[in-house]
């Protein structure tokens, strides 16, 4: 299976360039079916004066998809977008019945 992560929106306080929210999701492929997750990551208050402290001129994809992988249980969604795409995987397995006409 393969899971892909994409940050598509942060939000940003404009006065110090602090990210206070992540939006991202996640999308799991396998087979030709994939599940997908979204949803917004709230990040921890910073000081711009804190030794870790980003500003958002500086932020790349991977630097907050570490803090929201971090942070999230990657382990449990993985394991629902796995049982999401094994239940079609095999209802399309075991189809009994088609619509249609022969012409």
Known sequence: ?????????LKRNLSDGLVTTASYWCETEFSGENARSVGEYYLPAKDSSDPDFVSYDSLTQDIVLGWITGSLDTEAMYSKHSASIAERLYQKANITSANGTPW
């Open 1 to 9: 299976m393969e899971h892909t992560w994409e940050i598509h929106n």
